[in-house]
């Protein structure tokens, strides 16, 4: 058996743009005149493969609810409701 140590997982490491001092010190300067405003970055997201999904999470609850019974349809609304007013 090997007495070897696991190696130990750390985050990633802080970006600039996500250290707090350093986004208010750019804030500040933007906001006094001295640097130019920073425009937010551009998603990354695939347009494409975002109105896919978009088209499958509208047609989902539809068709979902087309494929189940009527009784089964009120029992779900009913534990849902259930489980609202539990809290």
Do not use: C
């Amino acid at each position: 058996m090997h007495n070897e140590a696991m190696p130990k997982r750390s985050s990633k490491p802080k970006t600039d743009e996500e250290d707090v001092n350093v986004m208010a010190h750019r804030i500040l300067r933007e906001a006094t005149g001295e640097a130019e405003p920073t425009k937010p970055e551009a998603s990354e997201k695939n347009p494409a493969a975002v109105s896919l999904g978009r088209l499958g999470g509208l047609k989902g609850g539809a068709a979902r609810a087309k494929k189940l019974s009527k009784k089964r349809r009120a029992e779900i609304a009913k534990k849902a409701a259930a489980a609202r007013w539990s809290k």
